[in-house]
């Protein structure tokens, strides 16, 4: 019977603390919003240049490998030539 008294007066008491110091919370919470905005910014800019760092390593590994393929079939049609 007491318990639901308490927890009242434990939740009054914690509202009356919010409103008397709300002008601290808000200035606190807009800090942190600014800060995870700006985390997130950095992250999707530092997501951004992986991609393209990726994307650019898979091009060069493609011109790589279409570079042996050109020279691996000169080398056959030079040998085929030469064995004629």
Avoid at 14 to 23: D, F, H, N, P, Q
Avoid at 69 to 82: E, H, I, R
């Amino acid at each position: 019977m007491a318990l639901p008294f308490i927890a009242g007066l434990a939740v009054g008491a914690g509202v009356v603390v919010a409103i008397s110091k709300s002008k601290t919370i808000k200035e606190t919470a807009s800090s942190l919003f600014n800060k995870s905005k700006n985390m997130a910014s950095e992250s999707i800019e530092k997501g951004k240049e992986t991609v393209n760092d990726v994307k650019q390593t898979i091009d060069a590994t493609a011109e790589c490998i279409k570079e042996k393929k050109a020279q691996k079939a000169l080398s056959q049609k030079t040998d085929n030539d030469t064995e004629e």
